[in-house]
Each structure stands twice: as C-alpha cells, then as structure tokens.
C-alpha cells in the first residue's frame, strides 16, 4: 500500500515536523556541472568557428590584394608594348628586385604620358613596412599609406611589396607578398608570376 503522503508530493513527518522532500545540495551541484559542460561545448565550438572564418576572410583578401598587384604590373607592361617603348619602362627590376616596392593599383594614368608614371615605387630599408593598405570605402579599393599624398581611409592590418626580378632579357618574374594579422600572429600570401617580352 502506497502511503498518500509520499505520493502526493508530501514528506514524512519526523518528531512531529514535516520534512519537504527536495534535492540535496549535491544532486544541485552536479546538476550544474552537467549543465555548464553542455553549454561550454557549443559556446567554444562558436568562438573557433568564427575565428576560422576571419582568418579566411584575410587570406581570401590578402590573395586579392596581391593578384591585383600582379595584374596591374601587366597592365603597365601592356601599355609600354602597346605606345612601343621599353616593355619594362616604370618597373625596373634594378629598383624592385632586393628591398621591393610598394604599389598603388588605383593610379592608372597612363593616358598618353610616355614614359608612364606607375603608382610603383621603390622601397627604402623598412619603408614597405610602413606602407600599410588603407581601405577607400567609398571607392572600394585599396591604397598605401603614404604621409602626405594618400593618408585617409580605414586602417587595415595588410602591406603589400611586390619585387621584381630578371630572369633572362626576355623575361621577368614578380613576386606580390601580401602581409596581415591574423589573431596573435602574422601570416602572408605570395604570389609569383613571369612576364614576357611579346
């Protein structure tokens, strides 16, 4: 025979006090581990998730920024064959082969000025370093840092040298390095590509 108290919720009555039946501080205890640990999980698995993201979302942008660094020395090169100059005139790899240079993709005027004046300039010791890439929101490009000339725009963690080196008489190789932080340390894209003389 089932006792109506107990199953009605109620407690045994123990020297004439009636005890609530309830949990004990260490089924309370357990039962909040059990939980943090179920909500820690997928609160990690989050903050990884995002993580991951961004630094994808850097290496896609910085592989961009160093294939539009490519592209636009082939324009250039492009332009010279085209007006029938020196098809390397504007990018000496005598001034870009050992300290780099950095480049402004968005100056393209080579509207009859011959030789062009590229936006490919030589780099000093640590001046690549210093040549970060700012973001021309309004425009949506890309554009180096430079005190005086260009210095407006949103601050971002990317510098971009390019280096470009003599393979034969005929033939040029351009590397584009694309630095950036990524979290707590640094990480870079590079890209190569050679550029002939036809």
């Known amino acids: 025979m089932i006792n109506n108290n107990l199953k009605s919720g109620k407690g045994k009555k123990v020297g004439g006090v009636e005890r609530v039946r309830g949990f004990t501080l260490l089924e309370t205890l357990v039962a909040i581990a059990i939980l ?3 909500i820690t999980g997928p609160i990690v698995a989050a903050q990884k998730s995002l993580t991951s993201s961004t630094l ?7 592989g961009y920024l160093a ?3 490519i592209e636009y020395i082939k324009s250039l ?3 010279n064959i085209q007006k029938g100059i020196a098809w390397l005139s504007g990018m000496d790899p005598a001034t870009c082969s ?5 480049v402004d993709t968005t100056y393209n005027d080579f509207s009859g000025v011959i030789p062009p004046t590229p936006g490919l300039k030589a780099c000093s010791q640590t001046e690549c370093n210093d040549h970060e890439l700012l973001y021309d929101s309004p425009n949506l490009t890309f554009r ?3 005190t005086g000339t260009y210095d407006t725009g949103i601050s971002t963690s990317f510098y971009r040298t390019v280096k470009i080196s003599t393979v034969n008489p005929d033939e040029v190789r351009i590397e584009a390095m694309v630095k950036f932080k990524a979290g707590r340390s640094d990480d870079s894209i590079t890209l190569y590509d050679n550029l002939y003389n036809f």
Not at 56 to 62: E, I, K, L, N, S
Not at 98 to 102: H, I, Q, T
């Open 67 to 69: 294939q539009d660094a």
């Open 36 to 38: 943090m640990v179920a």
């Open 77 to 79: 090169k492009t332009y």
């Open 98 to 102: 050992v300290m780099g240079c950095y």
């Open 144 to 146: 180096p840092k430079v």
């Open 56 to 62: 994808a979302r850097d290496q896609f942008t910085a």
